[in-house]
């Protein structure tokens, strides 16, 4: 199985800060790799695949880079709402795997 | 609007089963792949298996495999996840989501409860 390993698993940060989260794949996924953010009690909302290109509705502070094994998710300026819990998702190769997740949570 | 509505929580005892329904509508059902996910408390998300609504060919996850199954019903467009020998470690919220470059839309998760 690919092993994704994300970092940090949690961080503090104040509103129009800039976030970076990290993704890491213990073999290469080319281009599939995907982001997610989750909030308490909902289910997880796709905001990037393709490891850079943002779903139809997501604002454009949020962006992806990255290839084969290492990726980043940055939130350019965050805002109240973003605060969550974010995931990486690897989807070239079955078991799909996911990060363990980044809480971001409010300074 | 394309819409993933799951079935209701569920409690149930260890070694018992559990089978839950996620129903689509809003796009063509045999079209796309269906997944489930399941993250339990204090976890992240873990891929269960896919399966073709057209066909009902299936993959599943080793960790599940023997366990899980999941079958689908083209007449309601529906797809089912049926987990047996339930245990204590398989309490989690449990999603079903289409596929389309990766996971697009998600149901809004369903609440299995093991417990004695």
């Known amino acids: 199985d690919i092993q994704m390993t994300q970092s940090p698993s949690s961080l503090s940060a104040s509103v129009g800060d800039r976030v970076t989260i990290t993704c890491r794949a213990s073999q290469g996924v080319r281009n599939h790799l995907g982001w997610y953010q989750q909030q308490p009690g909902k289910a997880p909302k796709r905001l990037i695949y393709a490891i850079s290109t943002l779903e139809s509705g997501v604002p454009s502070r949020f962006s992806g880079s990255g290839s084969e094994t290492e990726f980043t998710l940055t939130i350019g300026s965050l805002r109240p709402e973003d605060f969550a819990t974010y995931f990486c998702?690897?989807?070239?190769?079955?078991?799909?795997?996911f990060g363990q997740g980044t809480r971001v949570e409010i300074k | 609007q394309v819409r993933l509505v799951q079935s209701g929580a569920e409690v149930k005892k260890p070694g018992a089963s559990v089978k839950v329904s996620c129903k689509a509508s809003?796009?063509?059902?045999?079209?796309?792949?269906l997944h489930w996910v399941r993250r339990a408390p204090g976890q992240g998300l873990e891929w269960m298996g896919i399966i073709g609504p057209g066909d009902g060919s299936t993959s599943y996850s080793q960790k599940f495999q023997g366990r899980v199954t999941l079958t689908s019903d083209t007449s309601t467009s529906a797809v089912y996840m049926e987990l047996n020998s339930l245990r204590s470690e398989d309490t989690a919220v449990y999603y079903c989501?289409?596929?389309?470059?990766?996971?697009?839309?998600w149901g809004q998760g369903t609440l299995v409860t093991v417990s004695s």
């Open positions: 809003g796009y063509t059902f045999t079209n796309y792949y």
């Open positions: 989501a289409r596929q389309l470059w990766s996971l697009d839309y």
């Open positions: 998702l690897q989807y070239i190769i079955s078991p799909w795997t």
